[in-house]
């Protein structure tokens, strides 16, 4: 079965901080995907970023930057240099071959964000 | 249209009463999602289609849950006998249906049974 797990309910930081989202994921699969996703105040679910099980290259987008290590299960996130706007729900998910399609997410981290 | 879709944005029922929730999904795309987000919590898994093939209904907590797919388009959830613990927010997503492809969510349906 599949499971993610994001141990960080809350986190609170002050602008300017660095911040790292932790997310650990089960499956039994040898190729899956793994995706991260940010929920504004707003409500609406805005796609991040996709990694496969096969590229364990890190990845920089501007101030994100995602950490991919297979030997760990982990895939973390961190924001450099945080701003308010980051302040959100962040969750990670997993989709595998044995759920085709199926996305299931971590339970969120909430990020505040503090000017 | 550009986005998914999804209404109404809120609902207010008599618990006891059926309810109706509506998807748009984005044009082409022939995977849909239905998941629940309760006040505080994580996305609850309710039900996938892919297509023409039969749908993944194994998130749906109980018998008075149901959807339907028509036209490989838009996409029904029925609630009927609806309960206060049913109060969520309903979330639909819509992806291009490759293993990979990400999913893109609509802004969801806030339903409150009072």
């Known amino acids: 079965a599949q499971k993610v797990t994001q141990a960080q309910t809350e986190i609170s930081v002050v602008e300017k901080e660095d911040v790292t989202l932790d997310c650990v994921y089960e499956?039994?699969?040898?190729?899956?995907?793994l995706f991260w996703y940010k929920q504004p105040p707003s409500g609406e679910l805005v796609f991040l970023i996709r990694?496969?099980?096969?590229?364990?290259q890190n990845e920089i987008s501007g101030r994100y930057s995602w950490n991919f290590q297979k030997s760990t299960s982990s895939f973390n996130f961190t924001i450099t240099a945080s701003q308010v706007v980051d302040s959100a729900v962040y969750f990670c998910?997993?989709?595998?071959?044995?759920?085709?399609?199926?996305?299931?997410f971590g339970q969120g981290t909430i990020l505040t964000v503090h000017p | 249209g550009a986005g998914v879709s999804q209404s109404p944005s809120n609902k207010v029922t008599e618990k006891g009463k059926d309810v109706e929730l509506r998807c748009d999904p984005i044009?082409?795309?022939?995977?849909l999602y239905w998941y629940r987000q309760s006040l505080g919590q994580g996305l609850e898994f309710l039900i996938y289609?892919?297509?023409?093939?039969?749908?993944?209904k194994s998130g749906l907590p109980s018998d008075r849950f149901s959807a339907e797919r028509t036209g490989g388009s838009v996409s029904t959830l029925t609630i009927q006998r609806t309960q206060q613990e049913d109060s969520a927010v309903y979330l639909c997503?819509?992806?291009?249906?490759?293993?990979?492809?990400?999913?893109?969510f609509g802004q969801g349906t806030r339903l409150t049974v009072v």
């Open positions: 997503a819509s992806s291009s249906g490759g293993q990979a492809s990400e999913a893109f």
């Open positions: 289609f892919q297509g023409n093939s039969a749908p993944d």
């Open positions: 990694r496969n099980s096969f590229d364990e």
């Open positions: 499956t039994r699969d040898t190729t899956y995907y």
């Open positions: 998910a997993l989709k595998d071959g044995t759920s085709y399609g199926k996305l299931t």
């Open positions: 044009s082409g795309h022939t995977a």
